[in-house]
């Protein structure tokens, strides 16, 4: 049988061929369509990567160049962004395909008008930027800068008229006095016909959801205070953000899971989060709010309280958010800010664990800032304090960062300064331990006091004493 096997010589018959022709050209034209498609989700995914990172450094220049003092912004007839006279975008095949900016009682929305910003009210920036070509994608984003003057620090929050004025925390202690209380069950209530809907009692529930799309009430408002049992979320996407609003007379407790997706939440009193808390493109206003599990916050949030906060786990935030914290401070874990978020603090601010300042992150401080944990400067992120700062563990500064005080800065561990990082202090700058090797001679420590410790200093940095400093 083998013999006969290898002895046979007939050949692959014609419609053998043709069919075996077919199969590969389907074969061929499947693999080509997904290679094409590879390439255009390659492209898309790069398009819009392109156009987020030209977003932020957008709004970054612009918040360099309107948050202490004012500025003028023209949107030109060719969609483009000046600030100063500069432009803002560098990619000649982007341009800004929708824009909208308010300052007070001052906008700027239409091409060929321009407008002079001032540091009286906020900046809010809204904006649309798009790719030329064929293969043009869009991608949205929106800000608000509010201005460094300690005098836009305290929050307004509404007060529930039959109860008494919640105090400010200074301490991290009186945290811990905050107790749950426990009300009328809660039943959901239909709406009174304009989408508003209103509780008059105190409520307890096991959990509730506030969604755009199911809820009878955009809007709902608690007379007193609200418990939530297992967990708290709102939910308005597809264009309600501004719309969907729950506000609470009194205080609101929440033991499980807590969420806001592109909703605004206004709490009277103080706030307790003693579950997970995650905040994205939304609101939260309070007075005093205790986060005592792991928090996220991102994309264009705004968190303000008239009174303190404070953060009992591990805190994350990103994406060009506001903190606007009326009182004090209080970190008890790990805290990471970047990529465009700013906190202002109108009191002090205490850390016990690691600081991460990244890409663009700003924390401001009316009263002093005192560090425990190792801190971490990268990519033009700064600190600045009414008060002093102090180091007690390892500082690094890197690419553009920057530490300013109107006391003094103290570093009671070691550090390195590298690429153009800056210390500034109206009062001393005090280094008690080796600061490491700097790449360059950009590094600038400048003290209207004394620069004590220089002995601990290594490399070409410039040190300025006893003079006039650039804050």
């Not at 904006?127 to 005098?151: A, C, E, F, H, K």
């Not at 969604?211 to 408002?221: D, G, I, K, V």
């Not at 806001?260 to 309070?286: A, D, P």
């Given at each position: ?104 009682n ?56 039959n ?30 016909g304009n ?15 506030f ?11 608690f ?108 970190s ?13 603090v ?62 003094n ?8 300064f ?34 004590i410790?220089k ?17």
């Open positions: 049988m083998r013999q006969n096997f290898l002895n046979n010589n007939r050949g692959v018959t014609l419609i053998e061929l043709l069919a075996a022709l077919a199969i590969a050209g389907i074969i061929l034209t499947i693999a080509g369509s997904l290679f094409v498609q590879s390439i255009n989700s390659s492209s898309s995914v790069e398009s819009q990567i392109d156009l987020k990172q030209q977003s932020n450094l957008l709004l970054s220049q612009i918040r360099e160049e309107t948050k202490n003092q004012p500025a003028e912004i023209c949107f030109d007839n060719e969609l483009q962004l000046y600030v100063n006279n500069d432009k803002v975008l560098s990619n000649e095949h982007i341009y800004i395909n929708e824009l909208y900016i308010e300052n007070g001052i906008s700027l929305s239409n091409p060929g008008d321009c407008i002079n910003t001032t540091t009286e009210s906020p900046i809010s920036i809204g904006l649309t930027v798009s790719t030329t070509g064929q293969n043009s994608s869009d991608y949205n984003t929106s800000t608000v800068i509010m201005p460094r003057s300690p005098s836009h620090l305290k929050v307004e929050v509404k007060q529930n008229e109860e008494e004025p919640e105090t400010i925390f200074t301490t991290s202690e009186q945290f811990e006095d905050l107790s749950v209380k426990d009300g009328e069950p809660y039943q959901r209530t239909n709406s009174n989408g508003q809907c209103h509780y008059e009692d105190s409520v307890s529930l096991l959990s509730i959801t969604a755009s799309w199911t809820s009878p009430c955009l809007h709902t408002t007379a007193e205070f609200v418990h939530a049992k297992q967990g708290f979320s709102m939910n308005g996407t597809n264009g309600y953000r501004d719309e969907l609003l729950v506000e609470i007379g009194e205080s609101l407790y929440v033991d499980g899971y807590a969420s806001i997706q592109q909703g605004t939440l206004k709490v009277s009193n103080n706030i307790q989060f003693n579950n997970r808390f995650n905040l994205n493109s939304g609101v939260l206003e309070g007075n005093n709010v205790h986060f005592k599990n792991n928090t996220n916050f991102n994309n264009n949030f705004t968190l303000q309280t008239s009174g303190s906060t404070r953060f009992d786990q591990p805190m994350t935030s990103f994406s060009n958010g506001t903190f606007n914290i009326g009182g004090y401070l209080f008890n874990n790990d805290f990471r800010i970047g990529n465009n978020v700013e906190m202002y109108s009191e002090g601010a205490a850390f016990t664990h690691k600081v991460n300042l990244l890409g663009n992150a700003d924390l401001y401080a009316g009263g002093s800032i005192d560090i425990r944990g190792k801190t971490q400067f990268q990519n033009n992120a700064s600190m600045s304090s009414g008060g002093d700062i102090t180091f007690h563990s390892q500082a690094n500064l890197n690419g553009n960062s920057s530490v300013k005080s109107e006391g800065i103290t570093f009671n561990e070691t550090g390195y590298q690429n153009n990082t800056s210390l500034i202090a109206k009062g001393d700058i005090i280094f008690r331990k080796n600061i490491g090797y700097s790449d360059g001679e950009n590094e600038f420590i400048c003290a209207e006091g004394e620069v410790g002995e601990y200093i290594n490399g070409p940095h410039t040190i300025e004493e006893g003079g006039s400093c650039p804050f």
